[in-house]
């Protein structure tokens, strides 16, 4: 029987956001949660994201629903409409810890926890070293994340596949498997069904040499970032990449800087990026050109000025865009607007509106020619366009600029820029909290 508090100190009244799809890992984990959680006294909210690319899917979200009012434990769910991405599980990952982050938030937890075990870890490392990364990425992912305000925890890392398989026999835990787990055109299903086994005949307990393997590597990543940093220092100019003093630095020092900068966009599995994207940025600084720019995945660009180099999101194909608002949303300038429980912020990061005073649903989008907005504490409206002038928001990045407005074209917000009549103050009546970040 695994007991996951033997590998893991949890305390009286944690709070856990847990990451469950219905699979057999994440059943498995679910299950063992229940079973300490009277010893603990913990909160549990299951976070279920329904993919939307099986009809089996919503039969699945049904069964996990009933499961967890059966089980007295809160159910949140998020439907994932459509995709943008040409990458599915690379966008599918960044959705998910976003929702999860926004839960983490609304319900003040310690911990999110996913059912990562130690065949995910040897599967990821081996990916890694294949497809070309830092020492960082060949690490794999790790057991605890600490997100300053929460901690990320996979509790059954040390343990493989046919391990919890065996824990839900034992236990009558009740799974779905995903069909597409095991089709050959996802890579990760490739080095599960044929990599795996041959190593698992070499060595029974090869996850936990790859642990230690992850853990080593980890530990030598983070005295490369202090020296990584003092870099930082002396190369960066305005988030730009001062090439004369880069180029003075050591060749594996400029290559932390650049996969430092390449984390902003494909966060911390950099799946999409491998040797061959870092090798382009390369011939890119080395290049006689003045002026010239590479592209990478997702609509990142690298970009040479001079003695200058920039790493950003390429809008130049977006026009426009509009999005309802539920919980959270991804905007094309790479940044969030997001509900949240509360916070003491009274900055222009932060809108609380009267749902009353309003109407849903909230849509962010881009600018539209002649929007004005009611300013808050000033009688009458003022042009959008104006305040973009004033805020000095240089030209490129106003037709991107997110809009809040409400399902009646009434704009309730600029993130970041100005707030409307409609915001109201911290000792204010409001049931609606958004974040900009």
């Not at 824990?167 to 779905?176: Q, S």
Request: net charge negative; charged share 35%.
């Amino acid at each position: 029987m695994i007991k996951i508090d033997e590998y893991f100190c949890f305390s009286k009244n944690d709070t856990i956001i847990i990451g469950c799809s219905t699979g057999p890992d994440s059943m498995a984990l679910l299950d063992m949660l229940l079973k300490i959680r009277e010893k603990y006294q913990l909160s549990l909210i299951v976070a279920h994201v329904n993919h939307n690319v099986r009809k089996e899917s919503f039969i699945e979200e049904e069964f996990l629903k009933d499961y967890c009012q059966k089980n007295n434990v809160i159910f949140e769910k998020m439907l994932i409409e459509e995709y943008g991405d040409d990458n599915f599980h690379n966008e599918a990952r960044n959705i998910r810890y976003n929702f999860f982050d926004m839960l983490v938030h609304k319900y003040d937890a310690n911990y999110l926890m996913t059912a990562h075990h130690g065949d995910d870890l040897v599967e990821t490392i081996l990916m890694r070293l294949v497809r070309g990364s830092n020492l960082n990425g060949y690490s794999g992912f790790r057991e605890i994340v600490d997100m300053d305000d929460y901690k990320i925890v996979r509790p059954l890392i040390r343990f493989t596949k046919e391990e919890l398989l065996e824990y839900d026999k034992e236990n009558n835990v009740k799974y779905f498997i995903d069909s597409s787990n095991s089709k050959d055109k996802y890579t990760r299903n490739r080095y599960r069904k044929y990599v795996l086994p041959f190593l698992k005949e070499e060595e029974a307990n090869v996850h936990l040499k790859f642990l230690k393997f992850s853990n080593n590597l980890h530990n030598a990543y983070k005295f490369i970032e202090k020296e990584r940093d003092k870099a930082l220092n002396r190369v960066l100019d305005d988030n730009k990449i001062l090439l004369d003093k880069f180029l003075l630095e050591e060749e594996f020092i400029q290559k932390e800087i650049i996969y430092y900068f390449l984390n902003d966009f494909y966060q911390d599995d950099l799946i999409l990026v491998n040797d061959k994207h870092i090798d382009l940025i390369f011939d890119l600084i080395n290049s006689k050109k003045a002026n010239s720019y590479v592209n990478l995945p997702n609509e990142v660009i690298a970009r040479k000025m001079y003695n200058m180099l920039e790493l950003k999101r390429d809008t130049s194909e977006i026009t426009s865009y509009e999005i309802e608002l539920e919980t959270c949303c991804l905007l094309p300038n790479n940044k969030i607007v997001e509900k949240i429980v509360d916070t003491d912020d009274n900055s222009n990061n932060v809108c609380r509106l009267n749902s009353e005073e309003i109407s849903l649903p909230l849509i962010v989008r881009s600018r539209k020619f002649g929007d004005k907005i009611k300013v808050k504490g000033l009688n009458g409206s003022k042009k959008v366009k104006d305040i973009f002038i004033d805020k000095k928001i240089p030209l490129e990045k106003r037709d991107m600029w997110p809009i809040v407005v409400d399902s009646k074209g009434e704009i309730v917000w600029i993130p970041g820029i100005k707030k409307s009549k409609f915001d109201k103050k911290k000792n204010d009546s409001y049931d609606i909290v958004l974040k900009y970040e």
